[in-house]
C-alpha cells in the first residue's frame, strides 16, 4: 500500500463562507476530511499535515516555501509522495520554488486544489484531490512515475515550473503554454513520460536560501523614466526580471537603457522574459533588443513569470559567483526552460 502525506496550507478547496464578513475564508482540515470519505476507500496510506492556521495562498511568503521544503525533507524516506492542498492563486509560485529548492527528487509532489470550496455541490475538489492522491502513488513496475514537483487541475497533470494560472473562473485554471502536460486524466490517467524528467541516481538535497531582492519590472508603452528608476532603486536589489515585450523586446529610449545599465554594471542579474503566455525570449532577433544583450541583460529563454521569480530567488541564495550565477539562470535546472541559440546575423 501506497503511503501519502497530505500537507494541506489552505486555499479555496477548505474554505467556507462566513456570514459576518460575507467573504470566504480558509478553515481546517476536518470540512475536507467529512466531505471525502472516498479518500478511505482509495487503498491508499495517508497522513495528514495541517497547517494551522490554514492561509489563502495569497499570503503565501518564501519562508512557507521553506517550510514546506523542510516538511517534505524530514518526511522523505517514510513516504511514496505528497499532495499539497494549495490555494489557486499562487500555486504556480509555490510548485516553481519548490522545484528549484527540491533538487534530486525521485518522488511525486503534487500540488492541487480547486476553485469551489469542497463543501458545495458543483465542486472540483473532490476529483482534484483523488485524482492527485492516485497520481503521488502510481509507481510503474515498482519505478516512481512523476518524479516531480506538479500541479494536478482540471483532469491535467502539468510541471509545477511550467504551469500559469490563468483563469479565476473556469475549473480548467492552469495551462502550461511552453511544456505539454505530463499526464491527461479520462477514464484512465495518461502518462505521458516521454515528456517527464528521469528519476535522479542521485540523494534529495533541499535547498532552503531564497535571496527576495528580487523586483518586476513590466514594460508598457508610456512607462515613465521616473517609475522605472523608483523600482529599479530598491534597496539591496540584486535581481530583475523584465517582462518585455513579444521576444524579449523593450523601448530604446537612451534614459530607459541608461538605467538598467547602471543596475547590471553594479552586478544586479535582469532577466528578460515575455509578456506573452507562450513563446520565448530571443535576444537580438530585432534591434528592439540588441542593446539589453549589450548590457548584459540575460535571456530568460521561455520561462513563465513564476518561474522566474522563485528562480531569481534560489539562484542568488546559492551564493554563486557572478558568472555562475548568471549560467545558472539560462540553464535549465528542473526543465523550466528551453534554450534558444539562434544566430540573427
Ligand atoms: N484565494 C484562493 C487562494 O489562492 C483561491 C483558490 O484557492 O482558488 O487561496
Known sequence: MSKILIIYTGGTVGMIYDEKTKALRPIGFNEIRNNLPELYRMGIDFYVYAFNPPIDSSDMQPEIWVELASIIEDRYDRYDGFVILHGSDTMSFTASALSFMLENLSKPVILTGSQLPIGKIRTDAKENIITAMEIAS?????????????????????RGNRSKKYNAEKFEAFYSMNYPPLAEAGIDIKYKTQFVLPVPDKPLKVHKQLDDNVTVLKM????????????????????????????????TQPWFIESLKKVTDKGVLVVDITQCDGGSVELGKYETSQPLQQIGVISGHDMTFEAAVTKLMFVLGQGLDPEATRSMIETSLRGELTPINHDWE
Open 220 to 251: 508598457y508603452p508610456g512607462i515613465t523614466r521616473k517609475a522605472v528608476e523608483a523600482i529599479l532603486s530598491v534597496p539591496g536589489l540584486r535581481g530583475v526580471v523584465l517582462e518585455a515585450f513579444g521576444s524579449g523586446n523593450t523601448n
Open 138 to 158: 502510481t509507481r510503474h513496475n515498482g519505478q516512481v512515475v512523476v518524479p516531480e514537483v506538479c500541479i494536478y487541475f482540471d483532469f491535467a497533470l502539468f
